[in-house]
């Protein structure tokens, strides 16, 4: 049994390939173009290509692995995934909504070019995630491709990305109980996750239990991550993770940090991670990589 | 032969019908909930409830009423174009695009609710209408659902709907030519229009000829409707459309009537008109309904 050490040098290479093969799919996808219009292409790019973990796409490329997908196939839907996400945050940073300046340590979107141009790089990019699904070069069953879609606009519409925004932003008047904030970040935060892993079975077309156990799986990590997250905003150092630190506590938002206090959400992070681990029990030894990038995920600094 | 007063009337007729079924659709669609989120679908209701013309279900219903399909079918697919049709408007009035605080005769979205709130909602019913053509009730073969989705994915995205907003915002500072403005109202009004016709025909399983004349009919029609809208913003009574008048000049903007004048943008409009009907004329007198919306929008006042 390799040492954790070891286990976390193998994933790190393993998150360094996703990075690589979804920037490549990212540049194929967003073309430099000499269009008119090109400029919100150029703002798609920078989003979409600005660094960032990954995490989506590492989920999509990791469970499609488990039912041997082609990874030409699993890559486009990673990008498709990521472009949802890059479409969120973008949204999320306007002045309107977060007033982030700062995103992943370099300018937001909307610094860097300018808030119309924001709205609607947001915008292309997920009715963009949208056509590359449908696509046929996606996958040449309709029946899967249709699937992707309809999980896709449930993740990212009004039960899913949509609607937890609008709930962090009524949570930032009004005070969350641990639970209103459970169902916020699975909105906000799982869905999407959980999608990821269930597009890599969609792929796969795998059976009902596989597919239900990496959903499961998603949740507690997105929930998790989120957890996490909360942890780092407190005492994270800003030069390691790109963004303010205490930015929630300064715009009164509810976090699990300011519901249940630090020390208990580290524990309720730690208690996610080993849930999540334990729905992957059903593949045995296979779904290695997901549980080391559960345990990561604890561990991040950033 | 019916004289011009009562064909007008017939349509009215049956653009009221439209109207009913697409507004009753849309309730069915968006109903009122206890969530705590609910101030996300109350603004949605908001925008896709408040009146308007509902152009583009007229021509899905009725494209598909030349193929005898289901109205139930049709119906939903109506209320997800108009959909996007109404995401397109919250954001195009936002403060950072056209900044516009009246639309249809009453407040914007963002002043109605508040920017965060809009930006939310436009969002949520762009991704919302994708759920709607997935669904297996929009129709049970997936190959049909998966090429609504896939070219109403292309007329959203950054080819069609956002791509055409980007222009609009460039044509702000630089002046276009005849051509650029063109291909701007081509990819911001006209590929919805297109593809309204089009899912009409994708949902009667059409054959390529028959759609392709609605899909050029419906392109026509679309610059016809765009040339006339800027000459109504010209000289249009504001308690009529429902909007200050002459908006277009005062931000600077290029339009039809800017690069060639009032007259020559009169006339384009009508030959475009006549354009849209002969595409028809393979459907023979079945498509009457069709031409006498294009005649309509030739001769509306709003």
Not at 53 to 59: A, G, T
Not at 116 to 126: F, K, M, P, Y
Request: aromatic letters at 6%; glycine letters at 6%; one cysteine or more.
């Amino acid at each position: 049994m390799p040492s954790p050490r070891e286990a976390s040098a193998s994933l790190q290479s393993k998150m360094d390939d996703v990075v690589n093969a979804v920037d490549k799919t990212i540049r194929k996808l967003l073309p430099e173009t000499d269009l008119h219009e090109d400029r919100l292409y150029e703002a798609m790019r920078y989003s979409a290509l600005s660094g960032g973990k990954r995490l989506r796409p590492f989920l999509v490329i990791h469970a499609a692995n488990l039912f041997n997908v082609d990874p030409r196939r699993s890559k486009r839907v990673a990008a498709a995934i990521e472009f949802v996400h890059c479409y969120s945050l973008i949204h999320d940073d306007l002045p309107a909504m977060d007033n982030s300046d700062l995103r992943r340590g370099k300018p937001a979107t909307h610094i860097a070019f300018d808030e119309a141009t924001a709205i609607l790089a947001g915008d292309a990019l997920l009715a963009l995630a949208f056509e590359i699904l449908a696509d046929p070069e996606t996958h040449e069953d309709p029946r899967v491709r249709i699937e992707l879609v309809a999980r896709l606009a449930e993740a990212a519409g009004p039960h899913g990305l949509c609607g937890g925004q609008m709930l962090d932003l009524i949570g930032e008047v009004e005070e969350f109980d641990v639970g209103t904030i459970s169902r916020m970040q699975r909105m906000k935060t799982g869905k999407l996750m959980a999608f990821a892993c269930e597009a890599g079975a969609i792929l796969g077309k795998s059976d009902e239990p596989h597919r239900k156990a990496l959903i499961n799986y998603a949740y507690d990590l997105g929930l998790a991550f989120q957890v996490t997250d909360d942890v780092l905003d407190v005492d994270a150092d800003p030069e390691e993770t790109g963004k303010p630190a205490n930015q929630d506590e300064q715009s009164g938002k509810s976090t699990f940090v300011s519901a249940m206090g630090k020390e208990a959400a580290q524990m309720r992070a730690e208690m996610l991670v080993q849930q999540a681990c334990r729905h992957l029990n059903m593949f045995s030894g296979r779904a290695d990589t997901l549980k080391d990038l559960a345990e990561y995920v604890l561990q991040r600094r950033a």
